[in-house]
Every structure is written in structure tokens, then in C-alpha cells.
């Protein structure tokens, strides 16, 4: 079972691609976390789709920054589609 915190905050840390695809396996089973912060850290397209398919089974997640992430445009349009539902 997943417990707060509710709101996560993990800008300018490195994480780089693997790190998002590591931060979509863990969005795929939660269900207490709203907000995340992962602007300026390198997730790159593979880690945004992996956070994007993650986002498609999680409805917890209202709010995502993922600014400054080179995910690409289209991508961040359906990682903010997946978040608005």
C-alpha cells in the first residue's frame, strides 16, 4: 500500500533516462502521490515514455512538471492529456 507523501518535489537531480523509466515503474502502482517536480533532469524521450505509459493506468497524478526534459513536444502533449483526465 502506498502512503503519502503527496507531493514530490526532484528537480535538477540527474536523473537522465533510466531514472524516468524507474520513476514510470513506480508511477504504474501508486496511489497517493498528486504533484511531482521532475523539471531540468535529463529524461529524454525514453524516460517521458516511460512516464507517459505509466500515466495511462495511474489516476492519482494530477500534476507533472517535466519542463526542460528534451521529452519533445508530441510526447509532453500526451503526458499532459494522460494528467487531465
Not at 39 to 57: C, D, M, T, V, Y
Amino acid at each position: 500500500m502506498n502512503t503519502p507523501p503527496l507531493h514530490d518535489a526532484l528537480p535538477s537531480n540527474s536523473i537522465g533516462p533510466q531514472g524516468g523509466s524507474a520513476i514510470g515503474n513506480a508511477l504504474e502502482s501508486n496511489t497517493s502521490l498528486h504533484t511531482i517536480h521532475l523539471e531540468r533532469n535529463g529524461i529524454g524521450p525514453e524516460g517521458g515514455s516511460a512516464i507517459g505509459n505509466a500515466l495511462k493506468s495511474n489516476t492519482s497524478l494530477h500534476t507533472i512538471n517535466l519542463d526542460s526534459n528534451s521529452i519533445g513536444s508530441g510526447l509532453m502533449r500526451a503526458i499532459q492529456e494522460a494528467v487531465r483526465r
